[in-house]
């Protein structure tokens, strides 16, 4: 499964953006699908996910309220609607494929997009 990440961008704080991810095959819908993200300087770290049928969603506590994932099946697209951006929110934000829904797993990478939180 290939995943291409899009959407990132300059925002101001307390703006929104929404990150695309689009997937090569259909064989998606079978996969817990991720946002992770890596801020300069620091390790990569888990944003969201949600399962294969889109039932069952998690936060990571900074984002809880702020952000949420979704996805179409139909469409080999997953989503993240990221609402009262933070400067602290600034990071390569990457969309990732996990068969068994265990991020420190991860099956398939997308290749990342900056999303910058000016103050």
């Known amino acids: 499964v290939q995943l291409q990440a899009s959407g990132g961008g300059l925002v101001q704080a307390g703006g929104s953006l929404r990150l695309s991810c689009a997937a090569s095959?259909?064989?998606?819908?079978?996969?817990?699908m991720g946002w992770l993200r890596q801020a300069p300087g620091k390790d990569r770290e888990f944003v969201a996910s949600?399962?294969?049928?889109?039932?069952?969603?998690y936060y990571a506590d900074s984002v809880k309220g702020r952000f949420r994932i979704s996805r179409d099946n139909a469409k080999n697209m997953v989503y993240l609607q990221m609402n009262s951006l933070k400067p602290e929110d600034t990071a390569i934000y990457y969309c990732?494929?996990?068969?068994?829904?265990?991020?420190?797993?991860?099956?398939?990478w997308g290749q990342g997009t900056l999303v910058t939180v000016s103050s």
């Open positions: 990732a494929a996990s068969k068994g829904g265990s991020w420190s797993n991860v099956d398939y």
């Open positions: 095959e259909s064989t998606f819908s079978t996969y817990h």
């Open positions: 949600i399962n294969w049928s889109g039932l069952s969603r």
